[in-house]
């Protein structure tokens, strides 16, 4: 993948962040929209991944194909938590600080039922295919094929998301109750049905982020954990609600974590984001962009 | 402060239940001592964890990050240190590490908090493989002539250690400044409590008596590794069983540790390979079924005679 050299990391590393952003992208409307901290992300993740493996070594069914067949699921799984998991927990909620722990403690319950589901499937080992393991040669370097086909397909994701949001009117009321859901109610949006919108499609996109890493990363039942965690440091560190912070954040630790896997160890992915999350809890804990409240 | 009547009453109660917990190993099986040592070890670590978590709600996913560091605290020291004094370190670096994170997360929002150590154990356990790794050792072997027996009474006395400072602290300033962030941070502060120092401070218990924790049960294990010290099941395990309990009163998580050890004991003989699964529903339940655990029904109970179970807050 790399020789330690400078430029094939820089790319490497835009690549990887670039997949980071669209999964931060979509934990990022579960908590900046509908105001759910979802420790279970991950696993959403990891579910996204595993049925694209499983079409590829089954059908061979193309990654990119499989997307349509994971984005429909993913949220419809993800609404159905929502409204039936979550809400209850919203509605009972006296305070955000409340709702806070309340949507932690059951989405971390739910991230080892999500694993436990898996381990039951699919068993706890690693799975990974070859699809498009091809080399490409960009600026003298090459690079594999996947890594470049999963990092369009966030491109092009993620724009669509963007575009959805910033420019029609459900995207505009989302962005409301993302500034203040008391607020966004006595305009006429239907706060509750916005929230479980934001929820589900934050799921379907970071399924569809998991479909398209599967590409190129090996995975078991129980790495999604890391995920989570590498996405809401993201989160943090764009700011939450801050879509445009997600992606400059993302792309940062994508190429922070290149560097350590290189020059220090391969072994040592969380140490990156660790690092990161460090810096900003102690500099600009209101996120890269954000004022200070 | 001297105690009351009633309250040395309930000291006596206390110091009966220990002795009479003490004595163990000398009339049951090795399968019951074995028991024991689960009870004794989920005790100290859902009790320590109450008595951060309660109060503040701040949830931490940190325990096994201590347990982890405490199991290799023993690992690399067995050699060369006095066993004792080897606790004492274990203790001490659990307090240090709790108070790093803490100064780095509690100032904050809990929500950074919870983040930092939902991924702790992990990262601790990546960075001991990457030094293993550059030293080219694979485990570490314990070898001691400590006895089961000898765990489990060194497991009771950290647990009364952990009673007696929850117990204190709820004597002192400090818990009662602790109650009043509870109620509420703004008011807190307003009335001038350092409310981020109070949090660091409480944190370093749990730090410290995981650390502890596994620094007793290294020699259990005989043979360590980064996989068996930090497995994230063990933080998942102590909220659950501390949440079951209720976090309201000092003696909650251990009627929540009791019930669960020999639920986790039946699901993990019938299912082997569905624990995760089980663990993550009971969960559920618990916190949907159960959300102030049995100390809130126990408390429900007592104030209306059996009447309506539902009151307001947590």
């Known amino acids: 993948m790399t020789d330690g050299g400078g430029m094939d990391i820089i790319i490497t590393g835009l690549v990887l962040g670039g997949t980071y952003a669209l999964i931060a992208m979509g934990l990022n409307l579960q908590y900046g929209m509908a105001r759910i901290m979802n420790l279970a992300n991950g696993e959403v993740l990891v579910v996204g991944a595993f049925v694209a493996f499983w079409l590829y070594t089954a059908g061979q069914v193309s990654p990119l194909l499989t997307l349509f067949v994971v984005a429909p699921l993913a949220f419809a799984l993800n609404w159905l938590i929502y409204r039936f998991m979550l809400l209850p927990l919203v509605r009972r909620a006296k305070s955000q600080g409340q709702l806070e722990v309340d949507s932690i403690l059951v989405t971390f319950g739910l991230s080892f039922v999500g694993v436990g589901l898996m381990l039951a499937f699919f068993g706890g080992d690693y799975f990974s295919y070859s699809y498009l393991a091809r080399p490409v040669r960009i600026m003298g370097e090459t690079y594999g094929l996947n890594r470049i086909v999963a990092f369009l397909g966030a491109v092009v994701i993620g724009g669509l998301l963007y575009l959805w949001l910033e420019r029609t009117r459900p995207g505009r009321a989302m962005r409301a109750i993302a500034v203040d859901p008391k607020s966004a109610r006595l305009v006429g949006i239907d706060v509750p049905r916005m929230s479980a919108l934001a929820f589900a499609l934050g799921g379907t996109i970071t399924a569809m982020g998991g479909a398209l890493l599967s590409t190129y990363l090996t995975l078991d039942a129980s790495t999604g954990v890391l995920f989570t965690l590498k996405a809401l440091v993201i989160v943090i560190m764009g700011g939450v609600g801050d879509l445009r912070g997600t992606i400059v954040a993302a792309l940062l630790l994508g190429l922070l974590e290149t560097f350590v896997a290189a020059w220090i160890d391969p072994g040592l992915t969380l140490a990156a984001a660790y690092l990161l999350f460090v810096l900003i809890l102690l500099f600009r804990p209101q996120g890269l962009f954000g004022r200070k409240a | ?314």
């Open chain 2, 1 to 314: 402060m001297t105690p009351s009547r009633s309250e040395a009453a309930r000291i006596g109660w206390v110091v009966l239940a220990l002795a009479a917990a003490a004595t163990l190993p000398w009339i049951g099986s090795s399968y019951y001592l074995a028991l024991g040592v689960t009870i004794a070890t989920f005790t100290v670590l859902a009790t320590s964890w109450a008595i951060f978590s309660g109060p503040t709600h701040y949830i931490s996913l940190a325990t096994a990050a201590f347990y982890g560091v405490g199991t290799y605290t023993t690992g690399l020291l067995i050699e060369t240190m006095p066993y004792w004094s080897i606790l004492a370190i274990a203790g001490l670096i659990g307090a240090a590490g709790a108070a790093l994170v803490g100064l780095a997360t509690l100032r904050l929002s809990g929500v950074y908090f919870v983040i930092f150590t939902l991924g702790l154990a992990e990262f601790v356990r990546q960075v001991l493989t990457w030094v293993q790794n550059l030293t080219g050792q694979k485990g570490i072997y314990v070898l001691t002539q400590i006895t089961e027996a000898q765990i489990y009474w060194q497991l009771v006395g950290l647990a009364a250690l952990v009673w007696l400072a929850g117990w204190l602290i709820g004597r002192s300033r400090l818990g009662f400044a602790l109650r009043i962030i509870g109620d509420d941070e703004e008011v807190a502060r307003h009335s001038g409590i350092d409310t981020a120092m109070a949090k660091v401070l409480l944190f370093m218990i749990p730090g410290a008596a995981a650390a502890m924790t596994g620094a007793i049960l290294a020699p259990r294990f005989v043979y360590i590794e980064p996989a068996v010290a930090f497995s994230p099941m063990l933080s998942f395990q102590v909220v659950i069983m501390a949440l079951l309990g209720g976090t309201g009163r000092l003696w909650g998580p251990l009627v929540g540790v009791i019930p669960f050890t020999f639920l986790w004991e039946a699901i993990s003989s019938s299912f082997p390979n569905q624990t995760t699964l089980l663990l993550g529903l009971t969960f559920l339940l618990i916190v949907y079924l159960l959300p102030r655990g049995f100390v809130g029904l126990f408390l429900d109970l007592r104030q209306h005679g059996g009447g309506t179970f539902r009151r307001a807050g947590a």
